[in-house]
């Protein structure tokens, strides 16, 4: 995971554990979650909409096809907002490798 690069995945930048936990540090989301920002506005405008799930769309895109990775854990708590809006995957605890070529981001681009 360290070695993922996308502007809308949450950068790990060091790991370690002691016996019972592991601590990752990671990019900064001052914005937070998907879940409480929707929780306090109750609904987002269709051009905000359309732009958080054309980020999303991204990242999976990315994780898919460059890096053949399945996202199995998306939901409003896994998706953070950075300081300028734009929008991060986090939890990466259910991924699972893909081994097979896909065209998943050609079907995003159009």
Known sequence: MIKIQHPNIVQIHYAFQNRQRLYLVVDFMS?????????????????????????ISLALAYLHDEEDMA??????????????????LIDFGKRKACSRPTI???AVRH
């Open 31 to 55: 914005g937070g979650e998907l879940y409480h920002q929707l929780k306090g506005v109750g609904r987002f405008s269709e051009s905000q909409a359309r732009f958080i799930c054309a980020e």
């Open 71 to 88: 996202y199995r854990d998306l939901k409003p708590e896994n998706v953070m907002f950075d300081a300028e809006g734009h929008i991060r």
């Open 104 to 106: 998943f981001l050609e």
